[in-house]
């Protein structure tokens, strides 16, 4: 089995393993106590705190360890927000932040506070100016991610730091990511970030917070880790953290170098074996171990079901592989395709040999599964294969099982001026259905003909203007009909 999720969770690194359990043996104890059991416990405790500042790049004063990188954003930014409550309520983030974040501005929200989200580019990458236009004198705290962790985009933390430092409002960096490849460039005030990403133990995060920053924490006081994480020290799990970040690092420059090249590979080559595919995310400014891509035509849930049957764990930000049915948040801020996206970041010490046995796996798994939601035969594959004139040529094709029917717009309804219009109704159809029925009919409608998608799928938003960007055809917007959405699509070539 290949496991290609390490930025869910990195598999434990040996070190760490190692670290853990010499420490089970000496760090039980309680390292507030003075004698000799308690004394060795703080010992290892502070060790590991020199050794994880260290890393970060901040005095050891500075870090506190918490139950886990959520906790410690929601600990850095409650604290931060509190502490300069005089100067105003106003947060700002950027719309690709993870959720622990997004979970902390809403919770501001709630409570009165103001929030503003900066929008993102198809890369995924904040504008540096757009990010220093947000902060205005009651600005409170600006949160930024140093990468992000669906698609690898790396954002610019230095330059958000240097506007935040010149407005007087410090920067939160969520360095979860990150953090193992290298320290986080910038002047921050802030960063938080987890173990278990860098092949530590689960259940250990980090947060540093630079001298000078107000900070109150929040909830009742306690004695431990500076008043900033309530609770008993995880001690061996802490020491094996912050060993394994240091044993990380030390492998970090050779391991990327080797990393990037498969992921490039992959990059390359997907669009290559796979027709319809779109690789999303910045192809320079990147981590170097993580690459998504998404696929027309294809049912997320079903796709990795499907690679994990082969020996490949992979995760996804397709809805229909989430219990909400709505698209990733970072795929819907980006504007990318979401239908049958795949996310794969390799773990250190992957082999090659994994890698391409993926790449020789995946378009028979893509095949397979278009194959059964229709999307194989007829219209949709000819025009995968022979472009939009084909399309034209194919006719209707076959339907797999509930799909929809194209019918002519009611009288009047056409645009001024278009040949031609049908509609498909997909309402009640989860995705890809609804993409790969607007596929099937756009060759019935001449040049200059349109076709009205219906849908009540929240991934259509993000998917039908996706398909006309990758299918040469004009997305001309979407407005509200009784139960769902109509999606208009102009037919150009």
Same mark, same amino acid.
């Given at each position: 089995?290949?496991?290609?999720?390490?930025?869910?969770?990195?598999?434990?690194?040996?070190?760490?393993?190692?670290?853990?359990?010499?420490?089970?043996?000496?760090?039980?104890?309680?390292?507030?106590?003075?004698?000799?059991?308690?004394?060795?416990?703080?010992?290892? =405790?502070?060790?590991?705190?020199?050794?994880?500042?260290?890393?970060? #790049?901040?005095?050891?004063?500075?870090?506190?360890?918490?139950?886990? $990188?959520?906790?410690?954003?929601?600990?850095?930014?409650?604290?931060?927000?509190?502490?300069?409550?005089?100067?105003? !309520?106003?947060?700002?983030?950027?719309?690709?932040?993870?959720?622990?974040?997004?979970?902390?501005?809403?919770?501001?929200?709630?409570?009165?506070?103001? *929030?503003?989200?900066?929008?993102?580019?198809?890369?995924?990458?904040?504008?540096?100016?757009?990010?220093?236009?947000?902060?205005?004198?009651?600005?409170?705290?600006?949160?930024?991610?140093?990468?992000?962790?669906?698609?690898?985009?790396?954002?610019?933390?230095?330059?958000?730091?240097? /506007?935040?430092?010149? /407005?007087?409002?410090?920067?939160?960096?969520?360095?979860?990511?990150?953090?193992?490849? $290298?320290?986080?460039?910038?002047?921050?005030?802030?960063?938080?970030?987890?173990?278990?990403?860098?092949?530590?133990?689960?259940?250990?995060?980090?947060?540093?917070?630079?001298?000078?920053?107000?900070?109150?924490?929040?909830?009742?006081?306690?004695?431990?880790?500076?008043?900033?994480?309530?609770?008993?020290?995880?001690?061996?799990?802490? *020491? /094996?953290?912050?060993?394994?970040?240091?044993?990380?690092?030390?492998?970090?420059?050779?391991?990327?170098?080797?990393?990037?090249?498969?992921?490039?590979?992959?990059?390359? !080559?997907?669009?290559?074996?796979?027709?319809?595919?779109?690789?999303?995310?910045?192809?320079?400014?990147?981590?170097?171990?993580? *690459?998504?891509?998404?696929?027309?035509?294809?049912?997320?849930?079903?796709?990795?079901?499907? =690679?994990?049957?082969?020996?490949?764990?992979?995760?996804? #930000?397709?809805?229909?592989?989430?219990?909400?049915?709505?698209?990733?948040?970072?795929?819907?801020?980006?504007?990318?395709?979401?239908?049958?996206?795949?996310?794969?970041?390799?773990? &250190?010490?992957?082999?090659?040999?994994?890698?391409?046995?993926?790449?020789?796996? &995946?378009?028979?798994?893509? #095949?397979?599964?278009?194959?059964?939601?229709?999307?194989?035969?007829?219209?949709?594959?000819?025009?995968?294969?022979?472009?939009?004139?084909?399309?034209?040529?194919?006719?209707?094709?076959?339907?797999?099982?509930?799909?929809?029917?194209?019918?002519?717009?009611?009288?009047?309804?056409?645009?001024?001026?278009?040949?031609?219009?049908?509609? *498909?109704?997909?309402?009640?159809?989860?995705?890809?259905?609804?993409?790969?029925?607007?596929?099937?009919?756009? #060759?019935?409608?001449?040049?200059?003909?349109?076709?009205?998608?219906?849908?009540?799928?929240?991934?259509?938003?993000?998917?039908?203007?996706?398909?006309?960007?990758?299918?040469?055809?004009?997305?001309?917007?979407?407005?509200?009909?009784?139960?769902?959405?109509?999606?208009?699509?102009?037919?150009?070539?």
């Amino acid at each position: 089995m290949s496991y290609f999720d390490a930025a869910s969770s990195a598999p434990l690194h040996p070190v760490a393993r190692q670290a853990l359990q010499a420490s089970l043996d000496e760090g039980w104890a309680d390292p507030a106590r003075l004698y000799r059991e308690g004394r060795r416990a703080r010992l290892l =405790l502070d060790a590991a705190r020199e050794a994880a500042a260290d890393a970060v #790049g901040c005095r050891p004063d500075e870090l506190v360890f918490t139950s886990s $990188g959520t906790r410690a954003v929601h600990s850095g930014i409650a604290g931060a927000l509190s502490g300069r409550r005089r100067v105003g !309520s106003h947060l700002v983030v950027s719309s690709v932040e993870h959720s622990s974040v997004l979970h902390s501005a809403a919770a501001h929200e709630a409570g009165g506070g103001s *929030v503003t989200e900066v929008p993102v580019g198809r890369t995924g990458a904040v504008d540096s100016g757009a990010y220093a236009a947000a902060l205005t004198p009651g600005t409170a705290l600006a949160c930024l991610q140093s990468a992000n962790h669906e698609t690898g985009t790396e954002q610019p933390v230095a330059e958000a730091a240097a /506007a935040c430092r010149a /407005a007087g409002v410090p920067l939160l960096v969520d360095a979860a990511q990150s953090l193992g490849w $290298g320290p986080v460039d910038g002047d921050w005030s802030l960063l938080a970030a987890s173990a278990h990403k860098w092949g530590g133990p689960a259940g250990v995060g980090l947060l540093a917070v630079r001298k000078g920053v107000r900070f109150v924490p929040q909830g009742p006081a306690d004695e431990r880790e500076s008043g900033r994480a309530a609770g008993f020290e995880n001690v061996p799990a802490i *020491v /094996a953290a912050a060993t394994s970040l240091r044993a990380v690092r030390a492998e970090a420059a050779a391991e990327a170098v080797r990393l990037r090249g498969l992921v490039d590979r992959i990059r390359a !080559s997907v669009g290559e074996l796979v027709p319809d595919v779109e690789v999303v995310g910045d192809p320079v400014r990147r981590l170097p171990h993580l *690459v998504t891509f998404s696929c027309l035509y294809v049912d997320g849930e079903t796709l990795l079901h499907e =690679l994990d049957v082969a020996g490949f764990s992979v995760s996804s #930000g397709s809805s229909c592989t989430s219990s909400t049915l709505t698209p990733s948040h970072v795929l819907r801020a980006m504007g990318v395709l979401s239908e049958g996206n795949v996310r794969v970041s390799l773990p &250190l010490g992957v082999a090659d040999a994994e890698v391409d046995r993926f790449l020789e796996v &995946l378009p028979g798994v893509v #095949g397979s599964v278009r194959e059964r939601l229709g999307a194989g035969t007829g219209p949709v594959a000819a025009s995968r294969g022979r472009g939009a004139k084909a399309e034209a040529e194919a006719g209707a094709g076959a339907e797999p099982e509930g799909a929809t029917t194209a019918e002519p717009a009611a009288p009047g309804s056409a645009a001024p001026g278009s040949a031609a219009e049908l509609v *498909v109704d997909a309402l009640g159809k989860r995705c890809p259905i609804p993409v790969i029925e607007l596929a099937k009919v756009i #060759g019935d409608v001449p040049v200059g003909g349109a076709v009205t998608v219906l849908s009540d799928d929240e991934a259509a938003r993000l998917d039908v203007p996706a398909w006309c960007e990758m299918r040469g055809q004009g997305y001309e917007g979407a407005h509200p009909v009784d139960g769902g959405t109509a999606f208009r699509v102009r037919r150009v070539s």
